[in-house]
């Protein structure tokens, strides 16, 4: 017998470790379009339930912006559903090429290949663009689609601390002597939601001649004034060698990603970047839908500013009510509870008091690091915010936890 029962019981005996931890990550199924309020069943089968929506990565609130909708049906009738092939054989359309361009002058940069996600990016550009004898340096808390991209590459891999510009000068030092140094970060971390020094890395790039490389999945469409980047935040823009992003969060939350920079690591990613050569193309909806988006981006700067204001009035609050944040000014504004077992009975009453956020705890974060993810978004109204802090206040309360540092928050009984 091919998947004989022993193969069946390890299988099984491995999931219920997971399930034994704590550790097992079951779905809500939402019945409704992506936005402030949905209708989520939890679990699957039970009554639908209406909840605020505070951990989706729908930071424009473009998910199922009527105009986005629209352009969608449009690409469908225009470019169809489907193109059955990559890029190379018979999957680019003028329309790809169209997105490129744009997301070039979008992102000042000199040239942009999509992907169909941004782990697709992550997984082609290291590989690519490095050989054995270089280096690639890159942040402790980098995404884990740049991990494994970084897994796939020839290259040495070091690491320096968090955002710690004095440890990343000193592995510049230590491998000076390597052709070719990359530097690798996120723009803003996922986990944490803080922002990239990106000036400073900047400018120890360019001391030690290293290039630059940011995944801004959690910052395009929003950060730096016109919602560039953290390129643009940092006022870096046209130094940063290869930037990946993703259409998936802020752009409109389907899918999609891509890899923009130099026009030779761009050129080579064309040529060998694996996950583009041998993955399907972008699906025209995406494409066109995605060019619509960057129309809303760049004709109003409304959404950005009701995100940065929402996010400011819940940072505050929060903290005014007694939680620990993580500081920073992105919308990823984590609650920091440090024990999975209270980060996993709050996210559970946020759902009975109609709040969806969810705990995270290791291995997605640190042991000892577990937390409540928020994230805000231009969909949010005041109303949505102040009913959900009064959530995360009686919940607080029932825990005993406001106003209480680490060490008292690692006692609490739940
Ligand atoms: C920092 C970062 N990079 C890459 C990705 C992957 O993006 P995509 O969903 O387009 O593959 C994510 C998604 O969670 C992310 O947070």
Redesign the pocket.
Known sequence: MAYAEQTRLYYQNLLQDIDEQGLFKNERIICDRQGAEIQVQYPAGSELKKLINMCS?NYLGLSSHPDVIAAAHQALDHRGYGLSSVRFICGTQDIHKELEARLSRFLETEDTIL????????AAVFETLLEADDIMLSDRL?????IDGMRLAKAQHDTFKHSDMKHLQKKLEMYRDRPRKIIIT?????MDGDIAKLDEIVALAEEYDAMVFV????ATGFMGKQGKGVHELCKVLGKVDII??????ALGGA???CASGRKELVALLRQRGRPYLFSNTLAPTITMTTLKVLDLLEAAPERRNKLASNTKWWRTALSEAGFILVDGDSPIVPIMLYDAKLAQAFAQDLYAEGVFAVGFFFPVVAKGQARIRTQLSAAHEQEHLERALAAFIKIGKKYDILGKNKAELLNIEV
């Open positions: 990565n992907f169909s996600s941004c782990f697709d990016a992550n980098v995404h884990a689609s740049i996120d723009g803003v971390f996922s995944d801004d999945s959690h990946t992003t993703t259409f998936g969060k899918s999609g990603g």
